[in-house]
């Protein structure tokens, strides 16, 4: 029985053959992959197309099936590492020595790299150039404008695009033929809603529904995602009442991310929450204009995550103020 693995891994891609719905990408990589000619590159684009899956397809591809036992393929993960030393030295380590098999280089893949700081940045890339003969780069980032111009001129730039309506078919399909469950038509078109073209969550949801019911529906998708959203609200602020911000700040990410949570539904059941919650009357109308003025904010296209953090962090300093 495999019901204990997230679906996100196991349905990951294991060539860039099963790379879903990203055709002129897998096509040139494919390409690189004949001629063996890998250059630094930059997968680029939004959360759960298939970035950092296609990264590790790719070094499958090239190395076989133990391409990370055998020392071919290192990722890390820039959001993970406390500063640039810590991986200038996790590079150094890994580039040092090439295997004896093989094309005469290594992949090193730098997830979230639109994390670093600018200045950790140029650090980074003076690490590309001392061990470029050795290492070739991925940079995977959601924005490529967060990436400072010097290494975006060293590296071939792939666009990810969202995945659409027949990628997330595809997707359903596999899954569903894999895992003996029917999806009807109207619950693919509510993943496909809900999901905005992620894979991820398109995965995560199908999963979770699938604990419900083998059938699943439209209804079955919007209640798992809404049912995620009440708890995962009210959790956030919770943690952001008790100052955890940090931890708030995870929830939410994983809530907007992970769990197919739109930011409508989050703002909408913060508006429920904030009438329960234990901070002073003239706060509770504060939090509620704040609430009223980033719905705005989000709709001239600010970034959700960025503003529901602006009320979370209004939520703790209400709630010491109280203390
Ligand atoms: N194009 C795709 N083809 C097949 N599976 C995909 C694709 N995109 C995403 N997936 C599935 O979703 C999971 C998450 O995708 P992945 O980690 O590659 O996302 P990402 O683009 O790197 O997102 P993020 O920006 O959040 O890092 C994968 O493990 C895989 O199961
Ligand atoms: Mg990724």
Redesign the pocket.
């Given at each position: 029985m495999s019901e204990g693995i997230p679906w996100?891994?196991k349905?990951?891609?294991k060539s860039l053959r099963?790379?879903?719905?990203?055709e002129p990408i897998v096509e040139a990589l494919t390409g690189l992959l004949k001629t063996k000619g890998i250059p630094h590159m930059i997968f680029t684009?939004p959360?759960?197309?298939?970035?950092?899956?296609?990264a590790h397809a790719l070094a499958r591809d090239l190395f076989g099936d133990r391409y990370v036992e055998d020392g071919h393929f290192l990722e890390i993960n820039a959001s993970d590492e406390r500063g640039i030393d810590v991986i200038r030295e996790k590079v150094k380590t890994f580039a040092r020595m090439i295997p004896m098999a093989g094309p005469g280089f290594k992949i090193l893949l730098l997830?979230?790299s639109d994390m670093l700081t600018a200045e950790a940045q140029h650090a980074f890339r003076r690490v590309m150039e001392q061990f470029s003969a050795t290492c070739r780069f991925i940079l995977?980032a959601?924005y490529l404008n967060r990436i400072i111009e010097p290494i975006q001129s060293r590296c071939a730039v792939f666009r990810?695009r969202a995945?659409d309506e027949s990628g997330v078919r595809k997707?359903v399909e596999r899954v569903s033929k894999s895992e003996g469950i029917s999806v009807e038509e109207g619950a693919l078109k509510a993943l496909y809603e809900v999901s905005e073209g992620d894979?991820?969550k398109v995965?995560n949801v199908l999963q979770t529904a699938s604990i419900y019911s083998r059938t699943v529906t439209a209804d079955l998708v919007y209640r798992v995602v809404g049912f995620a959203a009440a708890v995962d609200v009210r959790r956030m602020m919770e943690l952001a009442l008790n100052g955890k911000l940090d931890e708030a700040k995870r929830v939410l990410r994983q809530a907007l991310?992970v769990n197919g949570v739109s930011e409508r539904e989050i703002l909408n059941r913060m508006y429920a929450e904030v009438f329960y919650i234990p901070v002073r009357e003239v706060d509770k109308a504060r939090i509620l204009s704040l609430l009223g003025e980033i719905d705005y904010r989000i709709s001239q296209g600010a970034t959700p995550e960025v503003q529901i953090m602006t009320v979370l962090a209004t939520l703790q300093s209400a709630s010491q103020a109280l203390k």
């Open positions: 996100i891994e349905y990951r891609p099963d790379v879903i719905d990203q684009g959360p759960g197309v298939g970035k950092t899956a296609a997830d979230e995977a959601n990810f995945i997707m894979l991820r995965l991310y």
